[in-house]
């Protein structure tokens, strides 16, 4: 399995910014589906974006205002996300699976870090 690391997290203002970022090592990278879940307190895990190769998927909740990249060099995955709101408080994971699906469920995926706590205050 691939190893993932996530980073980036930290306390912003909603209207704020910020981008996680997830270090990939242990196997190739290029052709794994990479993507953000988040678990917001007392609430379940819910999928966020994916990547596979170019393309991309977003949860409605998100589109519009994250995206989700990759830098194959550098065996990492970011999440990109502009006009934080205090609903988008949570930890958000990383995750990846082998082969090019824009998959959504998180059962799909076998590697995830540890996650990286985003709080958004009002």
């Known amino acids: 399995q691939v190893q993932l690391v996530e980073s980036g997290g930290g306390l912003v203002q909603a209207g704020d910014s910020l981008r996680l970022s997830c270090a990939a090592s242990?196997?190739?990278?290029?052709?794994?589906?990479m993507a953000w879940f988040r678990q917001a307190p007392g609430k379940e895990r819910e999928f966020v974006a994916v990547?596979?190769?170019?393309?991309?998927y977003y949860a409605d909740s998100v589109k519009g205002r994250f995206t989700i990249s990759r830098d194959n060099a550098k065996n990492t995955v970011y999440l990109q996300m502009n006009s934080l709101k205090p609903e988008d408080t949570a930890v958000y994971y990383c995750?990846?699976?082998?082969?090019?699906?824009?998959?959504?469920?998180?059962?799909?995926?076998?590697?995830w870090g540890q996650g990286t706590q985003v709080t958004v205050s009002s």
């Open positions: 995750a990846a699976r082998r082969g090019a699906s824009l998959a959504t469920i998180q059962n799909l995926f076998a590697s």
């Open positions: 990547i596979s190769w170019s393309a991309t």
């Open positions: 242990g196997r190739t990278f290029s052709s794994d589906t």
